[in-house]
Protein backbone atom coordinates (compact mmCIF):
# COMPACT_ATOMS: atom_id res chain seq x y z
CA UNK A 1 0.00 0.00 0.00
CA UNK A 2 2.95 2.48 0.89
CA UNK A 3 4.94 1.42 -2.40
CA UNK A 4 1.48 2.16 -4.38
CA UNK A 5 1.05 5.56 -2.57
CA UNK A 6 4.65 6.34 -3.52
CA UNK A 7 4.26 5.55 -6.94
CA UNK A 8 1.51 7.30 -7.76
CA UNK A 9 3.24 10.61 -5.94
CA UNK A 10 5.96 10.44 -7.92
CA UNK A 11 3.68 9.56 -10.97
CA UNK A 12 1.91 13.02 -10.12
CA UNK A 13 5.40 14.95 -9.86
CA UNK A 14 6.82 13.51 -13.00
CA UNK A 15 3.61 14.79 -15.33
CA UNK A 16 3.79 18.17 -13.48
CA UNK A 17 7.53 17.96 -14.17
CA UNK A 18 6.93 17.59 -18.00
CA UNK A 19 4.37 20.10 -18.13
CA UNK A 20 6.61 22.45 -16.97
CA UNK A 21 9.24 21.28 -19.38
CA UNK A 22 7.24 21.56 -22.32
CA UNK A 23 5.51 24.91 -21.39
CA UNK A 24 9.38 25.95 -22.18
CA UNK A 25 9.79 24.91 -25.04
CA UNK A 26 6.82 25.87 -27.16
CA UNK A 27 6.33 29.36 -26.43
CA UNK A 28 4.69 32.24 -28.63
CA UNK A 29 6.26 34.18 -31.42
CA UNK A 30 4.90 37.78 -32.03
CA UNK A 31 5.37 40.21 -34.88
CA UNK A 32 4.21 43.29 -35.84
CA UNK A 33 5.12 46.10 -38.17
CA UNK A 34 3.32 48.48 -41.07
CA UNK A 35 3.56 48.15 -44.78
CA UNK A 36 3.16 50.96 -47.29
CA UNK A 37 3.91 51.27 -50.50
CA UNK A 38 4.26 54.82 -52.24
CA UNK A 39 3.70 56.53 -48.58
CA UNK A 40 0.15 55.60 -48.78
CA UNK A 41 -0.66 51.82 -46.31
CA UNK A 42 -0.72 48.68 -48.07
CA UNK A 43 -3.73 46.61 -47.62
CA UNK A 44 -4.83 42.86 -48.19
CA UNK A 45 -0.89 42.19 -47.89
CA UNK A 46 -0.55 38.08 -46.47
CA UNK A 47 1.88 37.57 -43.62
CA UNK A 48 2.53 34.45 -42.76
CA UNK A 49 5.22 32.96 -39.73
CA UNK A 50 6.96 30.08 -41.57
CA UNK A 51 9.61 27.61 -39.14
CA UNK A 52 11.76 25.73 -41.03
CA UNK A 53 11.41 21.93 -40.02
CA UNK A 54 13.34 18.99 -40.07
CA UNK A 55 13.84 18.28 -43.38
CA UNK A 56 14.31 22.01 -44.63
CA UNK A 57 10.20 22.93 -45.95
CA UNK A 58 8.58 25.20 -44.52
CA UNK A 59 5.67 24.69 -41.58
CA UNK A 60 3.78 27.58 -41.59
CA UNK A 61 2.92 28.93 -38.08
CA UNK A 62 0.38 31.53 -38.57
CA UNK A 63 -1.13 33.51 -41.56
CA UNK A 64 -2.87 36.87 -41.24
CA UNK A 65 -4.10 39.55 -43.88
CA UNK A 66 -2.93 43.17 -43.12
CA UNK A 67 -5.31 45.94 -41.83
CA UNK A 68 -6.90 48.73 -43.80
CA UNK A 69 -4.20 51.33 -42.11
CA UNK A 70 -1.60 48.71 -43.48
CA UNK A 71 -0.12 47.49 -39.96
CA UNK A 72 -0.25 43.76 -38.91
CA UNK A 73 0.04 41.93 -35.59
CA UNK A 74 0.85 37.76 -35.85
CA UNK A 75 1.39 35.34 -33.62
CA UNK A 76 2.16 31.83 -33.77
CA UNK A 77 3.39 29.07 -31.42
CA UNK A 78 7.40 28.17 -32.52
CA UNK A 79 7.66 23.98 -31.92
CA UNK A 80 10.70 22.20 -30.73
CA UNK A 81 10.91 19.33 -33.47
CA UNK A 82 11.92 22.65 -36.05
CA UNK A 83 14.50 24.04 -36.17
CA UNK A 84 15.43 27.72 -34.70
CA UNK A 85 15.11 29.05 -38.44
CA UNK A 86 11.94 31.17 -38.09
CA UNK A 87 10.91 34.40 -40.52
CA UNK A 88 8.10 36.50 -42.03
CA UNK A 89 6.74 35.85 -45.82
CA UNK A 90 4.76 39.06 -46.91
CA UNK A 91 3.06 37.89 -50.12
CA UNK A 92 0.92 39.93 -52.60
CA UNK A 93 -0.09 39.90 -56.26
CA UNK A 94 0.10 43.11 -58.54
CA UNK A 95 -1.56 42.72 -62.10
CA UNK A 96 0.67 45.13 -64.48
CA UNK A 97 -1.06 47.17 -67.04
CA UNK A 98 -0.39 44.88 -69.90
CA UNK A 99 -2.42 41.85 -68.17
CA UNK A 100 0.70 40.07 -66.51
CA UNK A 101 -0.23 39.44 -62.92
CA UNK A 102 2.90 39.20 -60.70
CA UNK A 103 3.16 37.22 -57.23
CA UNK A 104 5.65 38.91 -55.03
CA UNK A 105 6.89 36.93 -51.91
CA UNK A 106 9.52 38.91 -49.28
CA UNK A 107 11.26 36.93 -46.44
CA UNK A 108 12.09 38.30 -43.21
CA UNK A 109 14.03 36.35 -40.95
CA UNK A 110 13.60 36.44 -37.17
CA UNK A 111 16.48 37.11 -35.34
CA UNK A 112 17.37 34.79 -32.54
CA UNK A 113 17.33 37.44 -29.73
CA UNK A 114 13.55 37.00 -30.09
CA UNK A 115 13.59 33.11 -30.65
CA UNK A 116 14.54 32.56 -26.58
CA UNK A 117 11.76 32.15 -24.27
CA UNK A 118 11.71 34.98 -21.55
CA UNK A 119 9.78 33.82 -18.98
CA UNK A 120 8.07 37.67 -17.86
CA UNK A 121 8.34 39.14 -20.64
CA UNK A 122 6.12 39.63 -23.70
CA UNK A 123 8.75 39.02 -26.18
CA UNK A 124 7.61 40.31 -29.54
CA UNK A 125 9.70 41.13 -33.10
CA UNK A 126 9.11 45.25 -34.40
CA UNK A 127 9.35 45.16 -37.79
CA UNK A 128 8.96 48.68 -38.01
CA UNK A 129 7.67 50.52 -41.16
CA UNK A 130 8.12 48.67 -44.66
CA UNK A 131 8.04 49.71 -47.63
CA UNK A 132 7.36 47.79 -50.63
CA UNK A 133 9.19 49.75 -53.32
CA UNK A 134 12.31 48.89 -51.34
CA UNK A 135 12.51 45.39 -50.71
CA UNK A 136 15.85 43.89 -51.53
CA UNK A 137 14.84 40.28 -51.40
CA UNK A 138 12.10 39.01 -53.18
CA UNK A 139 10.61 36.60 -55.32
CA UNK A 140 8.59 37.21 -58.53
CA UNK A 141 6.48 35.01 -60.88
CA UNK A 142 4.45 36.36 -63.68
CA UNK A 143 1.66 35.05 -65.41
CA UNK A 144 -0.58 36.84 -68.13
CA UNK A 145 -4.38 36.46 -68.13
CA UNK A 146 -4.51 34.82 -70.77
CA UNK A 147 -2.58 31.88 -69.27
CA UNK A 148 -4.29 31.91 -66.16
CA UNK A 149 -7.61 31.73 -68.00
CA UNK A 150 -6.53 28.61 -69.93
CA UNK A 151 -5.25 27.26 -66.84
CA UNK A 152 -9.02 27.75 -65.25
CA UNK A 153 -11.33 26.47 -68.14
CA UNK A 154 -8.92 23.26 -68.28
CA UNK A 155 -8.62 22.87 -64.50
CA UNK A 156 -12.62 23.07 -64.21
CA UNK A 157 -13.38 20.06 -66.25
CA UNK A 158 -10.87 17.96 -64.83
CA UNK A 159 -12.46 18.33 -60.87
CA UNK A 160 -14.90 15.15 -61.92
Known amino acids: MILK ?52 GCSVLARVSSFCQGNFQISGNKNIFYSDKAYVVLSYMITKNNGINCNFR ?26 MRTIPFQQEKCMTSRKMSIFRRSSRFKRN
Do not use: W
Open 5 to 56: NILSFLFIFLLNKIRVETYHINHKLIAVGLIDCKKLPAKNIHVTICQKNLIG
Open 106 to 131: STFPIPKMYLKYHENSRNFFSMGIIN
